[in-house]
């Protein structure tokens, strides 16, 4: 099989027979052939032509084959060439020694032509190789320092003792060290945490016991005393030593802020759309509120009117009863101010406080501010708790809001259908919620309805805004809960409000 390499090979012998039986060997093999019969030629040949492979004579008079290896080996342009010693010294001592200055094979003399030639090509092709992997370990390596500088993290390579090794181009400009002043020195010595000593000993347990280190969120100080936020991972290498990774959220803190604010801004903005609800409400139930008012009030003033009579005719006998009437318009004022006040409390602005409350006691006062709806529409409303009712953490007026929303819906929809059965408020929990359904009998909702119940300005109400499930639905979720629509088997609807239960250590 002929050679297709095109490589040079160097002769040297000083015998010009040997010279031309090594040509006669080599010809033809695709190989392009140089002479040299002594040691000097033979450096200058080879300094010149820098052939792949050198068939070196030991024995040679004035410089030696042995001396001609090492003055190879010492010169950095010809160290890599391949040496094959050709010698009649056929002793072990000679072998090792000529192994041992740089030389790859050893022929003794008188040689053979085809084992010349098979140990020619076997170490071309070694050289081939070798230069191919050297290539392509040069390339792996090229690629490797591109992909590093391309990645947006800082990456620092570590020995045992935490010198740096190596760093990208990334790790340069987050730290401000170039990479001619950072390697060599310890990675704790940059002065990369000031201050944090538990960082610098995570960083020698990186080090030199393999333990992983992750941090969310560190200050990095820049060589120049700027400081920068930065996540941080640090891995150990198979081979010792680790791997440091920075990460800038500088722009991810920012936008987590702006996130935050923008989230604190809807939260005003639902509870300012939450207290304008309750304010249309409230405008609803002006009427109501001001013939249920006015019941108690007609009685205190005919009882006013009873005991002036009274006190005008003033026997002893008659002291009972005066007493009597004036107990009784002490308890129908004090009717009259409860409504007011339940009134005041409920259109009252929130102050986004949350408490820890019952939902059995805050829907009894929800029920107890439906009561005009229900007398004037004639809809009754029961409440049925369930006991042992673990509490919840909200803001009581607007669960409150959101309950009586829910009431009096059903209360118009039951009045609407002429149905005589009662509109029912369920309180009911498991061991991660508690909950309230309003369950009615009514008219139920209509398919086009029901497929945008939560959407703003959507309602089957004349006259009606439209916002009430949907500021509903807000505030529920607000507090972490879920508010869903279910069909009543007995015809009507049912709405289910549910929140997550309250524990001592939250």
Known sequence: ?????????????????????????????????????????????????????????????????????????????????????????TDSQSKVHGLAIGGVDYIAKPFQADEVLARVRTHIKLQRLERELARRNSELEDENRRILNAVDE??????????????????????????????????????????????????????????????????VRHREGTVIHAALSGSARAEGGAVLVLRDIGEWLANQKALEEARGEMDKQR?????????????????????????????????????????????????????????????????????????????????????????????????????????????RVVLKGAADLPTIHCDEVQIQQVALN??????????????????????YFNSKIAGFKVRDFGLGLSPEIEEQLFSPFVTSKEGGMGIGLSVSQSIVQAHGGDIRHEHNPGGGAVFCCEFPVYHESE
């Open 406 to 427: 829910l009431v009096r819906n059903a209360m118009e929809s039951t009045a609407a259908a002429n149905s005589n059965r009662p509109v029912e408020v369920i309180t």
């Open 1 to 89: 099989m002929r050679e297709r390499g095109g490589e040079q090979i160097l002769l040297v012998d000083d015998n010009p027979t040997n010279l031309q039986v090594l040509f006669k060997t080599l010809e033809g093999s695709g190989y392009r052939l140089l002479a040299a019969r002594d040691g000097e030629s033979a450096l200058y040949t080879a300094k010149r032509a820098r052939p792949a492979l050198i068939l070196l004579d030991v024995m040679m008079p004035g410089m030696d084959g042995f001396e001609v290896c090492e003055r190879l080996k010492s010169d950095p342009e010809t160290a890599d060439i391949v040496i094959i010693f050709l010698s009649a010294l």
């Open 271 to 379: 509870q300012h759309l939450a207290h304008i609800e309750r304010l249309s409400t409230g405008g609803e139930m002006a009427a109501g509120i001001a013939h249920e008012v006015n019941q108690p009030l007609t009685a205190v003033s005919n009882y006013a009117r009873v005991a002036q009579r009274l006190i005008a005719n003033f026997p002893e006998e008659q002291r009972a009863k005066l007493d009597d009437v004036m107990t009784k318009i002490g308890v129908q004022a004090e009717r009259a101010s409860a409504v007011i006040q339940r009134m005041r409390s409920y259109v009252k602005k929130p102050s986004g406080a949350k408490s820890v409350i019952s939902l059995n006691n805050l829907l009894e006062d929800v029920l107890s501010l439906a009561e005009v709806d229900s007398k004037m529409s004639g809809a």
């Open 154 to 219: 800082g990456i620092f390579g570590l020995d045992i003792a935490g010198r740096v090794s190596s760093m990208n181009a990334r790790a340069s400009a987050l730290t401000g060290w170039r990479q001619s002043d950072a390697v060599g020195e310890e990675v704790w010595g940059l002065n990369l945490f000031p201050g944090d000593d538990a960082m610098n000993e995570s960083l020698k347990l990186l080090c030199k016991a393999g333990v992983s280190l992750r941090k969310n969120h560190v200050k």
